[in-house]
T-cell receptor, first 111, second 113 residues
Framework: QKEVEQDPGPLSVPEGAIVSLNCTYS??????FMWYRQYSRKGPELLMY????GNKEDGRFTAQVDKSSKYISLFIRDSQPSDSATYLC???????????FGQGTTLQVKP | IAGITQAPTSQILAAGRRMTLRCTQD?????MYWYRQDLGLGLRLIHY???????GKGEVPDGYSVSRANTDDFPLTLASAVPSQTSVYFC????????????FGPGTRLTVL
């Protein structure tokens, strides 16, 4: 079993839809959680960062962490064609300094 | 412009050849990382360095070596390339080696024939 599981998709939605992206993990030591966005043939860029459990909102993006269920989510409201990309979850424990990445979910938002 | 640069952008290499992928950052970050990205497998850590002069092994280190002679540069060397090393390679850096955000370079596409 992989430490971090992420549905690779692809996920196709119409413009304006609410998108939900999810990851599950098995290591209870993970304390910080990130979502990266990666456009085609580009490097990943940080989208959201959350430490421990709870919600964090930034514009149209909301990150949720449920440590009791070992489950994290990224919600995108009013999705735009420019949101079309691969979304990678990543998580780590402060005592290792290393990030573990999910496989990435490819999202396409159709105009 | 501050950030991470990688070279070359892409390379086709014959099996058995030696190859060094270059990575330079100008953010004065202490920690640097090399990942490979393969379809269906996501990003996997090859080697890392938490500060200049020290390096460590990641999840998939075999066939690769790194050095960290100074803060800014972190080259990745394939001593004798094999086809299974065909991948997209990303260099990343972070201010510290614990919970800090990692910033990624644009990547190097390597094909080993």
């Amino acid at each position: 079993q992989k430490e971090v599981e992420q549905d690779p998709g692809p996920l196709s939605v119409p413009e304006g839809a609410i998108v939900s992206l999810n990851c599950t993990y098995s290591n209870s030591a993970f304390q910080y959680f990130m979502w990266y966005r990666q456009y085609s043939r580009k490097g990943p860029e940080l989208l959201m960062y959350t430490y421990s459990s709870g919600n964090k909102e930034d514009g149209r993006f909301t990150a949720q962490v449920d440590k009791s269920s070992k489950y994290i989510s990224l919600f995108i409201r009013d999705s735009q064609p420019s949101d079309s990309a691969t979304y990678l979850c990543a998580m780590g424990a402060s005592n290792t300094g290393k990030l573990i990445f999910g496989q990435g979910t490819t999202l396409q938002v159709k105009p | 412009i501050a950030g991470i640069t990688q070279a070359p952008t892409s390379q086709i290499l014959a099996a058995g050849r030696r190859m060094t992928l270059r990575c330079t950052q100008d953010m004065r970050h202490n920690a640097m990382y090399w990942y490979r990205q393969d379809l269906g497998l996501g990003l996997r850590l090859i080697h890392y360095s938490n500060t200049a002069g020290t390096t460590g092994k990641g999840e998939v280190p075999d066939g690769y070596s790194v050095s960290r002679a100074n803060t800014d540069d972190f080259p990745l060397t394939l001593a004798s390339a094999v086809p299974s090393q065909t991948s997209v390679y990303f260099c990343a850096s972070s201010a510290g080696f614990t919970t800090d955000t990692q910033y990624f370079g644009p990547g190097t596409r390597l094909t080993v024939l």
